[in-house]
């Protein structure tokens, strides 16, 4: 049994064909390996926060050192860096957007890349 998260991007929903390449991988996916679970990560229709200073200045402090506010500057990406970690295997939802991701998927990225975690 694997883990299977699926990471959407597209600012777009039902006009999306980026989510319904990764709805049609799921359906495909599922019919071969009925056992495996599938969680959604949302980072398109939901904006992901771009790290600031305060995370950044978070990030570089060893856990048990944090103080309460370094540790709010890193909560969302704790959250985010432990979903990533529960899972196995990746489904990346992607539009091209001006020859790059589109900025939430850039964000989920860096809140996801950090010293001694990832
Ligand atoms: C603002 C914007 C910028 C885009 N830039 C590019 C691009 O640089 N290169 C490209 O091949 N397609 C580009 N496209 C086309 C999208 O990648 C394409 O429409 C894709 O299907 C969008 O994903 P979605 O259908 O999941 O929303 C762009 C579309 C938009 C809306």
């Known amino acids: 049994m694997n883990k ?3 990471i959407n991007s597209s600012v777009r929903n039902e006009k999306s064909h980026s989510r319904k390449l990764t709805q049609l991988f799921e359906e495909n996916w599922k019919a071969k390996n009925p056992s495996d679970i599938f969680t959604y990560r949302e ?3 939901k904006q992901i926060p771009a790290i600031n ?3 950044i200045a978070s990030a570089f402090v060893k856990p ?3 103080t309460e506010e370094n540790q709010s500057g890193v909560e969302l990406s704790d ?3 432990k979903e990533f970690k529960e899972h196995d295997i990746y489904i990346l939802g992607t ?3 001006n020859w790059s991701i ?3 998927l850039k964000s989920y990225i860096d809140q996801l890349m950090r010293i001694n975690e990832t």
């Open 53 to 55: 200073e305060k995370w």
């Open 43 to 45: 980072v398109g229709l």
């Open 95 to 97: 539009p091209m957007y």
């Open 79 to 81: 959250k985010l860096i």
């Open 102 to 104: 589109p900025s939430g």
């Open 64 to 66: 048990e050192n944090r």
């Open 4 to 6: 299977v998260l699926i």
